[in-house]
């Protein structure tokens, strides 16, 4: 198994998963436009775009941090190989959480669920990506392309570790309110998609 | 971050949301076709077809765009990726749009804010592109993999902040009549696609 | 525009198309099931599988016929990138041709019109893939990767453009009977797919 | 035909088919959450869950298998296209086979029968594959890419062979028990996929 086909796999997985969001965008039915007009209809719907925005730039983001990973190694062992499918299976669920979350965050039942599936799904996904680079760092550094000392493959690690404790902070908050779990997985999105946060972005510094 | 790997994924996502066009091209319901049969359920959908001709022909001629533009580039920076991220979100959301003026053109409600809509998301992705074409050229052009003077450069840029300017006229047109903005897309695809409109597709002239 | 990426572009197509068709198949509603079973329910839709299979092999012989295609070019004009895009969208639209076919092959009404649309979209097909064949072997030979006699452009190209008759008349036999047309196309994928047909789907010989 | 092309497109056709999975994965409607709330209807749910992520992994381990036995090959001839295309036939259907076993998983009516179709498509998918190895490895193995002894490729093949054998068992007993059978495919999924199993998911050994 090469790295190339590794990547060019979940490459595919990522791009068919960021992709299909889209279909989450449910075109407005006449029976909802009737009385209310399409204007109306599709402003009722803001949290189907604010869900996709977020999900879109937040497997962006993961797509890029997965690369800089990735090209670090060498070769994959089977441990990798299975790390990287639980990292694609977290993000091939997204689709999932975010139509969730769009479609409950306004109700009064299920609201609180519903949040904290969706940023739980995200927490997963960082663990996942976590659990990947503490192999590939920590436990198998010999397959690395270049030699780096402990101190910088701990660095690196503790850097995407890090990476868990916002999406952590966000599922817990969604007892207290939804609305606040969902707008810090925007913002996270928007910080570390925006150049400014760009640092934040690659785990590699 | 190699550009190679740019490419391949932003390949996968031009691809993945151009095949998905074709879910919006429902197959008429038994309901629909009781009474005036097939043929006449299939030929009142023609705004579906129009619809999908248009948006598949342009998203093609977007591929052929962004690949010439992603080939000058030596090596991407940040805002690189967030740029070419920011054009596949305006891409992969078209899908949606395709499908809510397809569903509304010939409705007398919604059909002026569906068009505009249509529209308008093609006018957000020329200036993803040329916001993209912008950073490229003119600020940091010590990225390309050839040097190009400053008057080669702004030229590629502005050609390609030329294409913004005949979606702007089509949005705009929407208040007036919803089909003049499906018509003038229409055309723009046609003639980008056409190898006679071969030059206008082509930023690196 | 190199022909790495013109393959790797259309072979994303190609293969979310292929993928696609499965989402024809659908799973039977509990209504479906609940006076005479599951197993009754799934066996009167077998168009709906004679449907799937026979689609799947035929975009699996194009996607074969057109990696033979390319691999002759040494660098495409905006010609073939045109001609290339509108076979992709003849493969794109065959998810939603063969979902037709399907639903009104047993219908008393529309069963002769679907099928001579599903028939006539892989004749669109054929045509679109020997149009490509003939710009690049006839009309745009110098850009071929290597040189051929014009006698043996000339073969290969009519062997490509035979594909076309027996979908000619495939279509127009829909008339007739809308089983002999899905026969033939089901026909012609085993035909052309099982390795002793091999000789008839590449085109190079 | 290059063994680069075959695997380009193989990996876009399991990418596309291990993520469209996820559209199974239903958001519950409000009419389901209204009496008993979101949690209950998710966690009533729990066969999609099951059957998404079994689903997952198995197509994960055939992905990483097939890149296995693809690399050992020097250049394809017709008969392992053909083989080659059976195989991911198999793979793009499993998307409905997972649907179908996980909308029936829990009715009293055509449970068994679900649970055999899931089984017995994964059953094919590993004869798929079986045939495509003893092609490769006993039929034409002068197309190798390294020269193996007899005994080798013998070993190799039956290996692979081997992997049928659970799927049948676990077909056989859906007239028993559906439980039984899709427990067996889950469990053979997660002994595949986790890295103590990785001797069994590697045929190259």
Redesign the interface.
């Known amino acids: ?1 090469t790295t190339a ?1 590794l ?3 979940s ?13 989450n ?1 449910g ?1 407005p039915s ?1 029976a909802e ?2 009385h209310h ?3 109306h209809a ?1 402003w009722r719907n803001w949290p189907v775009y604010a869900a ?2 977020t999900s ?2 937040t497997i ?1 983001i993961i ?2 941090n997965h ?2 990973a990735i090209r670090r190694l060498r070769e994959p062992d ?2 990798i ?2 790390l990287n ?1 639980l990292l ?2 977290s993000i ?2 997204l ?2 959480s975010t ?2 979350m769009a ?2 965050l306004k ?1 009064s ?2 609201q609180h ?2 949040a904290a599936i969706y940023s739980g799904a995200l927490l997963v996904m960082a663990l996942c990506f976590a659990a990947l680079n503490r192999h590939m760092l920590l436990v198998k550094p010999h397959r690395l392309r270049e030699e780096l000392s402990l101190e910088r493959r701990r660095q690196i690690f503790y850097r995407s570790f890090t990476g868990v404790i916002p999406y952590a902070i966000a599922t817990a908050l969604a007892v207290v309110s939804p609305y606040v779990t969902v707008a810090i997985c925007s913002a996270l999105a928007v910080f570390y ?3 400014i946060g ?1 640092g934040g ?2 785990p590699a510094g």
Chains 1, 2, 3, 4 share one sequence.
């Open positions: 198994m086909r990547e060019a796999f490459d595919g997985v990522i791009a068919v998963a960021i992709t299909l969001l889209v279909l965008i075109v006449f436009t009737k007009g399409l204007a599709l996709f925005l879109f730039l962006g797509w890029i690369h800089v089977h441990a190989l299975f499918l694609l299976m091939a669920v689709p999932f139509s969730l479609t409950y109700q039942q299920g669920l519903a998609a925006f150049p760009s972005s690659d």
